[in-house]
């Protein structure tokens, strides 16, 4: 059998890299005795350590700069309200020792010059631990929030975002590696000479700021980035080291291996100079079906009848609350307006095309007699999540990442700490076993974690 | 003497210390100041002396002399989950940050600290830093104005959820009461904010602000830092702010800080004392201002040497003359300051 082409060669030593993906928000699990609070603190810490016991490269913090509505008002079924995910870091990173500490971070409402300082100085205090997870915002609902409001139009934000990012680095790379003095006698603090001031002057990035601190351990904090179209893939071959992608099934994860790695060429970067890490769910079970089974009842909890309702008001843009969850869908019409980002920004597919989703899940629901939860549950089935024995598991993370379709996974816990736990304590004892996976850290940042060359 | 009541005791932990040479004095190399373990053994020593706070001075670009420094809101956050009882407060300037992003830091940064969080209020005006955003500086009253709107806004999001806004209701599967998160919707002279904050309510209600007096926003602040202590009849409570250089006897600490001022002049900040002397003369000059204010926030020439003498000489001495009070773990900042806990505006009356 012929290796699928994702733009490397087999690796028969390639290892799995993991991550979690905290979104914080959204379709978690909270009414169960397991769920641990989602704002304190002392969760975060609890999956910091837990994670560092698995010997995880990375722990990403989401972020969402509204709070997701529904109608006008704070949407109430899901989890809402988590911390600025930089600060939080930092207070994780004096009671960590080794996990990489990931801040998603917008950058069409923030300065850049402001933003580089913070990530800064997260990767100084980790001591090379820092990471950031580039996402832009392309709609003023979120704006609102900020000096900016909506003044990004669609198509420039990926341009906003490149030029932010090379700021940025500029900002990152601004001191000389021998800028601070040795000893308390010499003539001054720093080399006359040795750190430059940055000046950007475009109609998206202006700013004139000399950089307050030097260089981590790591060199830079390693960049992240998330986007999945033709703008996003193009600043992650050209400035990304790592990327969060959200191509997880096996077929995808080639197509896209090999897309990114011709566009890296093309940037004059090496095949081996970008992790590709795609989002991932994992449900285990001692038997198959027994994981089966828990995935589905994780499903039905994220799809209560309740959030049937509210996710087929989105599209209804009405009150349906008067519905019967499993009863038929409303006979009534729904608004001619397309999907609004306030529950969350909307995949591009989403955009468009309301009012034929809507004929289409007609047809569907009379032709199988589906209730309004059932066909909610149908539409919304998460892709490919990764269900049976932890040895099956890692039979099939062992293939995608031989093959180089990915080089390891971030996990989207479903519930806080139950999944990850089950992953420390089942599935990466196998992963060790087929040498797939690391049984300690070799290194001390997340750099050296991610085993990538150092960061230009 | 008869016991005023305790002065409340702040000191600012930025750098290597207050005087712009304090790295040539420090003991260590100068870039130690810009890893974890100068950090973490300033705010252990702070906490272990006694103080009810430690605040973080910043800018948006380095100090005059070139010496590096760490973002402050990310300096009070790695110190929250390694302390229990101190007071953190950085100093984020309102002129050069996103109104909606500092709050959110700030309550963060109460979250983390189990109700420790508090704000020193910059106001960072002059072109340089105000480049940093591509902005030009603002004019007295427009500077004036971003202040008060900032303070406003922070305090609008900080209320916008009210306290018992998560309900986690299993019957109706309401993780949220709708009716408990606001919208802020305010207005400023230079931006508008929706709301609400990303961020549940703070378990202080509200963050503790502190503003220098020349501020002129008094009536928005929990602590004033006081340009002369006046005695002045204020809402909140006021701070006197004192520079200091410690040594064994008075001569020794002339000579130290002339070496110091021989590296780099330290010129004074209109409002602030200075105590060049012994702890004793400290713990004396301290005595005085009891009664005439509610706390003293000092600032050690040099961290590594003066913080050490505060906590062996000064402290102690004013303990025992009840004029100080440690916090004990576990408490937030408002007990300890003495202030109420603020309901939300929103919060419906029962």
């Not at chain 1, 909506?150 to 030029?163: N, P, S, V």
């Not at chain 1, 008067?322 to 980002?341: F, N, Q, R």
């Not at chain 2, 870039?31 to 009810?52: I, Q, W």
Request: charged share 25%; net charge negative; proline share 7%.
């Amino acid at each position: 059998m012929s290796s699928p082409d994702t733009g490397a060669p087999y690796d028969p030593h390639a290892e799995v890299h993991l991550g979690v993906f905290q979104v914080g928000v959204g379709s978690l699990i909270w009414d169960h005795p397991d769920a641990a609070p989602h704002t304190a603190i002392d969760t975060f810490t609890g999956v910091a350590r837990l994670l560092e016991r698995g010997l995880f490269d990375a722990f990403f913090l989401g972020e969402g700069l509204r709070v997701r509505e529904n109608r006008g008002r704070a949407y109430e079924l899901d989890v809402a309200g988590r911390p600025d995910a930089i600060t939080q870091l930092a207070a994780l990173a004096a009671v960590t020792e080794r996990i990489g500490l990931v801040a998603t971070q917008n950058t069409t409402y923030n300065f850049p010059a402001d933003l580089a300082r913070r990530l800064a100085s997260l990767d100084l205090l980790s001591d090379g631990r820092a990471g950031w997870n580039i996402v832009t915002t392309d709609n003023a609902w979120t704006g609102a929030n900020f000096r900016h409001g909506g003044w990004l139009e669609h198509e420039r934000r990926y341009e906003r975002a490149t030029e932010f990012v090379e700021a940025a680095k500029a900002l990152w790379g601004s001191w000389e590696p021998d800028a601070v003095a040795e000893s308390g006698d010499a003539k001054s603090w720093a080399r006359p000479g040795s750190i430059r001031e940055i000046e950007r002057d475009t109609d998206l990035v202006r700013l004139r700021a000399t950089a307050t601190v030097p260089a981590s351990r790591q060199g830079r904090p390693v960049l992240f980035q998330a986007g999945d179209s033709a703008g996003g893939r193009e600043l992650a071959a050209a400035h990304a080291d790592v990327v969060f992608s959200a191509n997880t099934a096996f077929d995808k994860a080639v197509a896209y291996a090999a897309d990114l790695r011709a566009r890296l060429a093309r940037h004059g970067r090496s095949p081996d100079s970008l992790r590709i890490l795609p989002g991932a769910s994992v449900v285990l079970g001692d038997t198959r079906a027994e994981a089966e089974e828990k995935a589905r009842w994780i499903h039905h909890q994220q799809v209560s009848p309740a959030r049937a309702i509210a996710f087929f008001e989105q599209y209804w843009g009405t009150d349906l609350s008067a519905y019967d969850p499993h009863g038929p869908l409303p006979g009534i019409d729904p608004s001619e307006d397309e999907l609004d980002p306030s529950r969350g920004t909307l995949m591009p597919e989403l955009r468009t095309g309301k009012l034929a989703r809507i004929a289409g899940w007609r047809e569907r629901s009379e032709r199988e007699g589906l209730s309004m939860v059932d066909l909610a549950r149908l539409v919304t089935t998460r892709h490919d999540p990764f269900v049976g024995t932890p040895g099956e598991v890692a039979d099939r993370w062992g293939e995608y990442v031989r093959t180089r379709a990915v080089d390891g996974f971030n996990l989207l816990p479903d519930l806080l700490p139950a999944s990850l736990e089950e992953v420390v304590d089942r599935l990466v004892p196998e992963l060790q076993e087929r040498g797939l996976y690391r049984t300690a850290y070799e290194g001390t940042t997340l750099r050296e974690h991610l085993a990538l060359p150092p960061g230009a | 003497m008869t016991a005023a009541r305790p002065l409340l005791l702040a000191v600012d932990l930025d750098g290597d210390g207050a005087h712009p040479a304090a790295w040539r004095d420090a003991g260590r190399p100068p870039g130690a100041v810009l890893g974890a373990a100068a950090l973490r053994r300033a705010v252990a020593a702070a906490e272990a002396a006694g103080f009810a706070l430690a605040t973080f001075a910043d800018a948006p670009l380095p100090p005059p002399d070139a010496a590096g420094r760490l973002e402050a809101g990310t300096r009070a956050a790695f110190a929250s989950t390694i302390t229990d009882r101190i007071g953190l407060a950085p100093e984020l300037h309102v002129t050069t940050t996103e109104p909606f992003h500092l709050a959110t830091q700030l309550a963060s940064l109460d979250h983390a600290s189990k109700g420790r969080a508090a704000w020193v209020v910059g106001a960072a005006a002059d072109a340089a830093s105000l480049a940093t955003i591509g902005a030009a500086a603002p004019d007295a009253a427009a500077l004036r104005r971003e202040v008060r709107d900032v303070i406003d806004v922070a305090r609008a999001l900080w209320d916008s959820w009210e306290d018992d806004a998560v309900i986690k209701e299993s019957a109706t599967g309401r993780y949220l009461d709708a009716g408990r998160v606001h919208h802020v919707d305010f207005e400023g002279a230079s931006f508008t904010v929706k709301g609400p904050l990303i961020t549940p309510r703070p378990p202080q209600g509200q963050v503790v602000v502190l503003a220098a007096a020349s501020l002129d926003v008094d009536d928005r602040a929990d602590v004033v830092l006081v340009d002369e202590p006046d005695g002045g009849d204020r809402a909140g409570l006021t701070f006197a702010e004192v520079e200091v250089v410690l040594a064994a006897s008075a001569a020794e600490a002339a000579d130290r800080a002339a070496r110091l001022d021989e590296g780099a002049p330290w010129p004074r900040t209109p409002g602030r004392l200075r105590h060049v002397g012994t702890p004793a003369g400290l713990a004396e000059a301290l005595r005085s201002l009891a009664g005439r204010v509610d706390g003293v926030r000092l600032h050690p020439a040099v961290l590594t040497a003066d913080l050490p003498a505060l906590a062996r000489d000064v402290l102690p001495a004013l303990a025992s003359d009840g004029l100080h009070r440690p916090p004990a773990p576990g408490g937030t900042l408002r007990d300890v300051l003495g202030l109420p806990r603020p309901a939300s505006r929103h919060t419906t009356a029962t």
